[in-house]
């Protein structure tokens, strides 16, 4: 089978832009087989600290592991190819290529050589229809999101980064993303998943941790952590 995936470590990270500190000591861990949250207001330094772990953002101090292999120098790419795999909150396809070009692109980037890859990202988001050949170009973000999931998971990924994956989709697309998202841990990838939306976070999370003002200020199973999120934030 399958080598158990590597976990994914923040030590003490700390990064700067300019003379503003946007993440003041992160201690993290991503194990595989489970669903890791990272929940907190704009502002609170989550996209930072997926950056950092991605190599999109060099931490002025600490350290980011890789089944304990120190990774922090190490550009987004070289990252990609030892199994890191991340989407962006902002969309990023290719529009002139086509669905099944621009998954194609994720397991070139990750030096996957499997030829299996590629198709059964497609058939998993539900793209090996005739969308494939379509242009990613107007396509609707939901359809996009997918494109960009299953471009990652091309890439046969260990360990995957999703920075507000569920940011523009109806019900029914979160439902089906989720589904997606539990099968991936349940077959032993670690996810990481930053999400505004504390109803998925809570269907899917394994834990939740609270990010305000660059920190990690509580961790937990969804249960109690979004409880006690939710009492702080609504007057007593
Ligand atoms: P979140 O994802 O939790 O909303 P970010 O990590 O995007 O938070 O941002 C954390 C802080 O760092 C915010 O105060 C933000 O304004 C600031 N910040 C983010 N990116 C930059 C940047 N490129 N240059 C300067 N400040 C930034
Ligand atoms: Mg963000």
New binding site residues.
């Given amino acids: 089978g399958t080598p158990p995936s590597p976990t994914l470590t923040a030590r003490h990270l700390h990064a700067r832009?300019g003379g503003?500190t946007?993440l003041d000591g992160v201690d993290l861990d991503v194990p595989p087989g489970e669903v890791t949250a990272i929940v907190?207001p704009?502002?609170?330094?989550?996209?930072?600290l997926f950056h950092c772990l991605a190599g999109t953002h060099r931490p002025s101090r600490g350290q980011v592991l890789l089944g304990g292999r120190d990774v922090t120098r190490l550009a987004a790419h070289a990252r990609t190819r030892l199994g890191i795999g991340r989407t962006f909150q902002q969309l990023a396809v290719f529009p002139s290529l086509t669905v099944a070009e621009n998954v194609q692109v994720g397991a070139e980037q990750a030096r996957v050589r499997d030829p299996g890859a590629v198709e059964r990202a497609l058939r998993l988001l539900g793209l090996d229809g005739p969308v494939r050949a379509s242009p990613a170009a107007g396509l609707p973000t939901g359809t996009l999101r997918r494109v960009e999931l299953a471009r990652a998971l091309a890439g046969s990924p260990r360990v995957l980064l999703l920075d507000e994956p569920a940011a523009g989709l109806d019900t029914a697309e979160v439902t089906a993303l989720t589904r997606v998202l539990k099968a991936l841990a349940a077959d032993g990838t670690g996810l990481l998943v930053v999400e505004h939306d504390l109803d998925l976070v809570a269907d899917l999370a394994d834990v939740v941790h609270v990010?305000t003002a660059g920190r990690i200020v509580a961790s937990g199973p969804p249960g109690s952590v979004l409880d006690t999120l939710a009492a702080r934030e609504s007057p007593a």
């Fill in positions: 832009y503003f946007a907190g704009n502002g609170a330094g989550k996209s930072t990010m």
